[in-house]
């Protein structure tokens, strides 16, 4: 575990977001006493494609013929 003050927080801050993102437990003190933990976030997998849901609403269209029917299946198949 990694234990700064305050002051070295603000300077070093990307550093310890890097080591909260590789597992390790950053404690940021005050005066010596330990008053936050920072961790990173345990996110579901896909969250971040998730997050951006309805950024294109409306921009996006698929066509009518988009899938083959069952015929046209069955004639591309058969031999």
């Known amino acids: ?13 990307s550093r310890l977001i890097a080591l909260a993102l590789a597992g390790e437990d950053v404690e940021i003190a005050r005066n010596g006493v330990p008053v ?8 579901k997998p896909g969250a971040g494609f998730l997050a951006a849901g309805g ?3 409306g921009e996006i269209r ?6 083959f029917t069952d015929a046209e299946l069955d004639e591309m198949l058969a031999p």
């Open 55 to 57: 950024s294109l609403a």
């Open 1 to 13: 575990m990694t234990t700064v003050n305050v002051g070295q927080a603000k300077t070093d801050l």
């Open 62 to 67: 698929i066509g009518d013929d988009f899938e």
């Open 36 to 43: 936050v933990r920072l961790v990173a976030i345990q996110r």
